[in-house]
């Protein structure tokens, strides 16, 4: 297999370890008023920030006809924010799909719809990565449209013969702006059978983790597999959130390519650069406070600090990478103290050790 000289897949180190400040984000954020809705007789429960518009439709496709059940919410009052969820079951013949299809038929299929979905030449995705609800296999996608400056969340998954879609659109930069969480946490499936579809993490186990770092307090460890045009990416996701002080968050990411990477290009550190100061702005609607190369052992690094609007906090990122493995450190902290000696502390006890 050729190398992969463009540096997109590495940026998604950015992206994942980007998206966990947005919990801590929310506590800022309107997020009120969502009532659970039990819908027990189409299998799930689900929360909505308003009385959600039912629609159903028996769709005639290419694998027959499809029942479409569609819950839609949005916010009436855009004065303060804009908000729309939905919740959509598409019923397919079990000739067609099912639970117990093969994984790669079902990636594919779920794959599919999600291009659909984001298919607006304004809709930038963001990252895609496998997940798992109850013992069976989804996908979940974050995108921006940048036309409207509206962030997208879409999750999907094959449940037996049903996909269940549920999605997520609210203004960027509102102060006002919703806790996406709320929405897809609520998320239950009732009266549906245990999958039998398991997450592969064994890249990501303890076992065989390619780093060492020091945290300041106890950390919430998960792997994830994210989807990328060339290949999958192993993920592990190590964070450590403070309650008080002016750092609030330590994290770091193992990223594991199950395909191969050409850093030998003359341009390599400079395309990857340019490429994670974009998607580091468009991703957190923050402003780039700097970025500067840096070193670790002989090896090329890129720092980045920037703004998180609302919040009088900014993220300081390192990112290097070594043979097909990314690594991204992260610290959120206060403006002025970017380089204190807790932080500096975490950074320089970061070591990469042989697998």
């Not at 463009?6 to 506590?27: C, D, G, M, Q, T």
């Not at 769709?59 to 009436?76: F, P, Q």
């Not at 998954?157 to 969480?181: C, G, H, M, T």
């Not at 964070?239 to 390599?268: H, P, V, Y």
Request: charged share 25%; with cysteine; hydrophobic share 35%.
């Amino acid at each position: 297999m050729k190398p992969i000289t463009n540096p997109k897949p590495l940026i998604i180190a950015f992206i994942i370890l980007a998206i966990i400040p947005l919990a801590f984000k929310a506590y800022n954020y309107f997020n009120s008023n969502w009532d659970l809705y039990d819908f027990s007789g189409y299998n799930f429960k689900i929360k909505f920030y308003n009385d959600p518009d039912f629609k159903y439709e028996n769709r005639h496709t290419e694998n027959g006809y499809v029942d479409i059940y569609d819950w839609k919410s949005y916010n009436k009052d855009t004065s303060s924010t804009y908000l729309e969820c939905s919740f959509i079951i598409s019923d397919f013949p079990k000739s067609v799909i099912h639970s117990d299809s093969s994984d790669t038929f079902i990636d594919s299929q779920l794959t599919e719809i999600k291009n659909y979905i984001v298919s607006d030449s304004a809709v930038v995705e963001l990252g895609t990565q496998t997940i798992e609800k109850n013992g069976y296999m989804g996908k979940r996608t974050v995108a921006k449209n940048t036309s409207f400056e509206t962030d997208i969340i879409l999750e999907l998954y094959a449940v037996e013969n049903k996909i269940f879609q549920l999605y997520f659109k609210s203004y960027s930069k509102d102060k006002y702006k919703v806790n996406p969480n709320i929405f897809f946490d609520s998320f239950e499936l009732v009266d549906v059978p245990q999958g039998k579809f398991k997450l592969n993490t064994d890249l990501d186990s303890n076992n065989n983790q390619t780093y060492k770092i020091d945290f300041p307090a106890k950390t919430k460890v998960s792997n994830e597999i994210v989807d990328s045009e060339f290949g999958k990416i192993y993920t592990k996701k190590e964070i450590c959130m403070l309650k008080a002080g002016t750092e609030r968050l330590f994290g770091i990411t193992e990223e594991k390519f199950d395909f191969t990477l050409d850093t030998a290009s003359q341009n390599w550190i400079q395309e990857i650069f340019k490429a994670a100061g974009e998607i580091t702005e468009l991703h957190t609607n923050g402003e780039i406070l700097s970025k500067k190369e840096i070193e670790y052992k002989g090896m090329e690094g890129i720092e980045i600090r920037s703004s998180l609007p609302n919040l009088d906090y900014i993220l300081v990122k390192r990112f290097f990478i070594k043979n097909n493995i990314a690594y991204t450190l992260l610290v959120m902290t206060t403006p002025k103290r970017y380089n204190n000696k807790a932080i500096m502390k975490f950074f320089e006890s970061f070591e990469i050790v042989e697998e």
